[in-house]
């Protein structure tokens, strides 16, 4: 008895110090060398500061809905763990409200989904998140984590764990597994730390029926924040909301990541469960645009067919987005789509060469399905809208300026055509990113987790983020000029606020000599539109000498 009491004022000294600590009693538990603090689980998931989307949207005030945090969370809240969803970016917190945050909430997890272009910010959430407590377990998760996960555990000491793929089983196992003291190595789906090495769980298997899955929690982040709205070709502007109503990819674009993300078996949600969210999404936040956020929203004709009757019975007078596969789609499916409410209509080609395309690139459409598609949009009354990648592997010059004239092409066909433009950026896994560490425009020795690596590659952080650009065989004078070309020939500009953000973005000579190369091409575009002197696209030669390149094997400076 005496045993027993001396070993009960031991255990409880023990508790009543780490609550004066952490600011609640808990017990603790001992998992691969490391202490763990069970129940109550208290988890805080957070977007960054800088967020997740492109420039364009943070111009305009727009945001939408984090749907990868919000499924973690509503898994989690269905479990009954207290789980806590903190969307630094629109609550206008920088790291020291985030900091105040994690100190009030207490969390025994703090993760957060990455990508590629915001990784550093998730980075440094999981070093503050140490720094206040090191006893909270810190998880990272997303795209960028899906595909360099051993290299952000190798690179970031402060992350103790990494999820791999989709997250919603993993979050809430991982959770269960270190509340009950158990081993990490049974957590499929994660790279973990053992002492000072790293180690992969192994693969997790695919969630088979999506249906399963509760709707995202978007009761957990103030949805009257997200200044979420369309302005839609009739002339109104509408409420949007964000949706994902299918996970997958097939197809082999060799810069995308999502088969490694999702996997390449297309998996969707029931129309039943489809038609449910977009009820809910109608009814509790006056949703009055469904932005369609699938990779492929068409790659089942029967499944849209259906989606879009079950639409038109119920009479929602809703207006929507979505992205095609053209070669999947024909013009009854989208007759009856701009009935239920297309109204634009997003789609890749990639490149305007068929070489390219098809051999470098891995999207075998041939370049007439998207002169149909485009007449398609004219007749039907849909705004088609394009993507264009310049500066692909192999790619000369000649071949580039083909995608100006497809572009162009596509405009005279259906002047409604809008057309989006980026240079080719590298992502990690990818096959491009083989290819660029092969011809040396990524270093080998290259890791995405140590910023300075960033110095020695070519980026332009202000416009698309802490990602390398691929450069081969063209030069930044032709790069730029396709970039600005298009731009001041359809008369846009570039904003005050990109321009200090790019200022201010500069970390090295690669980045000063980049951005002076685009800001003398913009100049000069400037310069001929004022004296009316500018050659419009379309002037292009129609045919060019296209011939068949050479494989760059050399590192092209910057």
Partial sequence: MLLFFQFFLQLSSSFFIRSLVFGRISPIIKADSKEYRIYPMKIQLFVPPQGYIAQRWVEGGASMPPLGILYLAAVLEREGIDVQVVPADVLKFGWKEVEASIRSFKPDIVGGTTTSENRFDGFHLVEMAKKIDPGIVTVLGGPHISMAGRDAMEGVGALDIAVVGEGERTI????????????????????????????????????????ELPFPARHLVPME??????????????????????????????????????????????TERVLAEIEH????????????????????????????????ERSWNIKFCCEFRIDLVDKPLLEKMVKSGLVWAHFGIEAGNARVRKKI???????????????????????????????????????????????????????????????????????????????????????????????????????????????????????????????????????????????????????????????LVLLKHKIKRFFGKGKRAQDVPRRADVGTPEKSGRRLSG
Wanted: hydrophobic share 40%.
């Fill in 281 to 312: 999404l109608i009814t509790e936040y006056g949703a009055e645009f469904i932005w369609f956020y699938d990779d492929t929203f068409n790659y089942d004709k029967r499944r849209v067919h259906r989606i879009m009757d079950s639409i038109l």
């Fill in 172 to 211: 809430l196992e991982l959770a269960e597994t270190l509340n009950a003291e158990g081993s990490l190595d049974t957590v499929r789906g994660i790279f973990y730390r053992k002492k000072r090495d790293v180690f992969f769980s192994g693969p997790r298997e695919a969630i088979a029926n999506l249906d």
């Fill in 225 to 270: 924040k997200y200044h979420f709205y369309v302005n839609t070709p009739d002339g109104k502007k509408r409420k949007a909301q964000n949706i994902m109503t299918s996970r997958g990819c097939p197809f082999n674009c060799y810069f995308c990541a999502t088969p490694v993300n999702w996997g390449r078996k297309m998996r969707g949600f029931s």
């Fill in 361 to 519: 690139v891995g999207k075998n459409i041939e370049i007439e399905a998207a002169d149909r598609f485009v007449e398609w949009g004219r007749e039907l009354g849909f705004v088609p809208n394009a993507f264009m990648i310049f500066s692909h592997y192999t790619e000369t010059w000649a071949e580039a300026r083909e995608s100006i004239q497809i572009m162009e092409r596509m405009k005279n066909i259906n002047p409604d055509t809008e057309i989006s433009t980026a240079i080719l950026h590298v992502y990690p896994g990818t096959p491009l990113e083989r290819i660029a560490k092969d011809v040396g425009i990524v270093p080998r020795d290259f890791m995405w987790s140590r910023k300075k690596d960033m110095k020695r590659v070519d980026m332009l952080p202000a416009a698309q983020g802490y990602v390398p650009l691929f450069k081969d065989r063209l030069s930044w004078f032709q790069i730029a000029e396709l970039v600005m070309r298009w731009s001041a020939d359809r008369k846009r500009v570039v904003s005050g606020s990109k321009f200090r953000s790019g200022v201010k973005s500069v970390s090295s000579i690669r980045d000063v000599a980049v951005a002076a190369v685009f800001f």
